[in-house]
C-alpha cells in the first residue's frame, strides 16, 4: 500500500510512515486523522530533532489524465502513487453551449445594452479555460503534497521525444519547427495519429512507411494532413495511384483514411500547448526541476518491465529514476476534478433567460454540498448504521448521502460528521490484487 503522510504537532511535513506504523500511531492515540484524501495523520506529541528524508514529485502531463509519484530516491521506494483526471473536456463543452444560448438570444435583437467594441487581446501566454484548467490542477496537487510530505525536487515529462528542447529549453515559435527534430516529429505525430497501423491493410507491429495520401506526382503537398502510414506491400501497391481509385472497392477504408486525415490529434495538440506554462509555473515555486522526455520515460519503463499505467509513467520520468524502483504493493489514489460548483448564477430555459432564482453557496447547517461525511444513524431509523460519503445539502435538514453502497437520502444533521470538506476533487482508489500485478510484471519480464 501507499505510504502515510504525517505532519507534526505545528503542521510540518515529515517523512511517510509505512500503514502498519500509522495503525499503532491511531491506536495508542499518539496521532490523530487530520485528512482522509490522501491519508494523513498529525502527531498529538512534538518530536525533537526528527529524521526527514527529502523526496522528489514526478509528474507524466497530459490532456485527460496526469500521473503523480512521490519517489525516494536513496531506496527507490514509490511512496505514493496517483492519476489525476481533468476536466478540460467538460469545460469545453460547458463554454460551447453558453457560446450558442448568447449566439441565439442576440441573434433574436433582444439585447438590452449596446455591444462592446471587439478591442480585447489576449495577453502573451494565453491559455485557453479547458487547458489552464490543467494546469492549474497539477499546480494544486503539487502544493497540496509540499504541504504533506518533504518535497525537494520535480520531475515532469516535457514532451514525447523532444531532445532539441532539452538541448534548449527556451525554444518555442518558429525555432521549433525547424533542426533536427523537423522530421522526427512528423513520424511520431503520424504514428500517434494512425495508431503505429497501416491505414490500408490494418497491419501492426510491421515496419511502416510514411505515405502521401494524395501523390506528389499529382499535386500532393508534404503536409501532414495528406501524410498517413503504411506498410511497404501496401505503399508498393499504391504508388502513384489516386487513393480513390486504389480503395475503389473498400469504399469503408476510403472514408475513415479521408476523414482521419483532416482530424487533428487534439490530445497532443493540448499537451503541447500547455507544457511550457506547467514548466514556468513548477520553476516559480523555487525547486529545481528535471525535464525528461517522453522516450526516456518509456526506455525506463521497459527496461523495470513495468506495465504502462499513468502513474507508473511518472514514476519513471527524468534521468533521477532509481535502477531499483520499488512499486509492489502501491494502490493509486484516483483523483477527478470536479470543480468548486457553477459559476453560472442561475438555470436558464430554451430561450436563454433566466428561469430560477440565483444560486447560493453558503453553508447549510455547517454543511457544504460535496463533503465528505460520516454518517452514525441509530438503529430505530431507516438506513441504520455507519454510511461514510460526499453529502447534498439540503435547507430541511435531510440530507443524502452517496457511498460505495448507493445513495441514503433523508439522513438527519445530528447524525454526521465532516470528515473531508470539498475540495473541487472527487477521490476513489483502484484496488488490484497484488498476484495480478506481481504477474503483469513477471509476464513482461
Known amino acids: 500500500m501507499s505510504h502515510v503522510f504525517v505532519l507534526d504537532t505545528q503542521k510540518q511535513p515529515l517523512s511517510p510512515v509505512h500503514p502498519g506504523r500509522a495503525r499503532w500511531l ?37 490532456s485527460r489524465t496526469t500521473g503523480i509519484a512521490v519517489v ?19 469545460i469545453k463543452k460547458a463554454l460551447d453551449t453558453r ?20 478591442n480585447r487581446s489576449r495577453p502573451k501566454g494565453w491559455l485557453a479555460p479547458s487547458l489552464k484548467s490543467c494546469v492549474y490542477n497539477v499546480l494544486t496537487w503539487v502544493n497540496r503534497l509540499r504541504r504533506l ?36 516529429e512528423v513520424r511520431e505525430y503520424l504514428l500517434e495519429k494512425w495508431a503505429r497501423t497501416c491505414s490500408y491493410c490494418g497491419k501492426q507491429h510491421v515496419p511502416l512507411q510514411i505515405e502521401h495520401i ?35 472497392e473498400k469504399t469503408d477504408v476510403l472514408k ?85 460548483g457553477c459559476r453560472q448564477m442561475c438555470l436558464m430555459d430554451g430561450t436563454g433567460f433566466p428561469r430560477t432564482k440565483p444560486k447560493q453557496k453558503n ?19 431507516n438506513h441504520a448504521g455507519m454510511h461514510v460519503g460526499r453529502m447534498s445539502a439540503r435547507e430541511k435538514g435531510g440530507f443524502a448521502i452517496t457511498t460505495a453502497q448507493g445513495k441514503i437520502t433523508d439522513v438527519g444533521k445530528k447524525y454526521c460528521r465532516v470528515l473531508q470538506r470539498a475540495d473541487g476533487y472527487g477521490y476513489s482508489q483502484q484496488f488490484v490484487p497484488a498476484g495480478a500485478f506481481l504477474s503483469s510484471l513477471s509476464l513482461k519480464a
Open 26 to 62: 491511531l491506536t495508542t492515540q499518539k496521532a490523530a486523522v487530520y485528512k482522509r484524501y490522501p491519508f494523513t495523520i498529525i502527531l498529538l506529541r512534538a518530536v525533537e530533532s526528527p529524521q526527514v528524508q527529502p523526496l522528489r514529485i514526478k509528474l507524466d502531463p497530459g
Open 72 to 90: 525516494d530516491e536513496h531506496s527507490g521506494q514509490v511512496l505514493f502513487a496517483a492519476e489525476l483526471a481533468h476536466r478540460g473536456h467538460q
Open 99 to 118: 457560446r450558442a444560448v448568447r449566439h441565439n438570444r442576440r441573434a433574436r435583437h433582444t439585447r438590452y445594452r449596446k455591444p462592446k467594441y471587439d
Open 149 to 184: 510530505c518533504p518535497i525537494a525536487a520535480i520531475s515532469m515529462e516535457l514532451v514525447r521525444f523532444d531532445p532539441q528542447a532539452i538541448e534548449h529549453p527556451d525554444i518555442e515559435g518558429c525555432q521549433y519547427q525547424q533542426g533536427t527534430l523537423a522530421g522526427y
Open 214 to 248: 494524395i501523390p506528389r506526382a499529382k499535386g500532393g503537398t508534404d503536409r501532414v494532413s495528406n501524410l498517413t502510414l503504411a506498410c511497404e506491400q501496401c505503399n508498393r501497391a499504391k504508388g502513384t495511384q489516386d487513393i480513390a481509385r486504389f480503395l475503389q
Open 256 to 340: 475513415r483514411i479521408l476523414a482521419q486525415a483532416k482530424a487533428p490529434l487534439k490530445d497532443v495538440a493540448a499537451v503541447n500547448a500547455t507544457r511550457w506554462a506547467l514548466y514556468q509555473r513548477l520553476q516559480d515555486i523555487g525547486l529545481p526541476v528535471e525535464c525528461g522526455s517522453g522516450g526516456l520515460t518509456k526506455f525506463n519503463r521497459q527496461t523495470r518491465h513495468f506495465p504502462k499505467t499513468h502513474w507508473l509513467d511518472a514514476a519513471c520520468v527524468g534521468k533521477s529514476t532509481p535502477l531499483a524502483l520499488k512499486v509492489e504493493g502501491i494502490i493509486p489514489l484516483l483523483i477527478t476534478a470536479t470543480g468548486h
Open 363 to 381: 453553508f447549510t447547517h455547517g454543511f457544504h454540498t460535496g463533503d465528505i461525511v460520516r454518517a452514525t444513524i441509530p438503529e430505530h431509523l
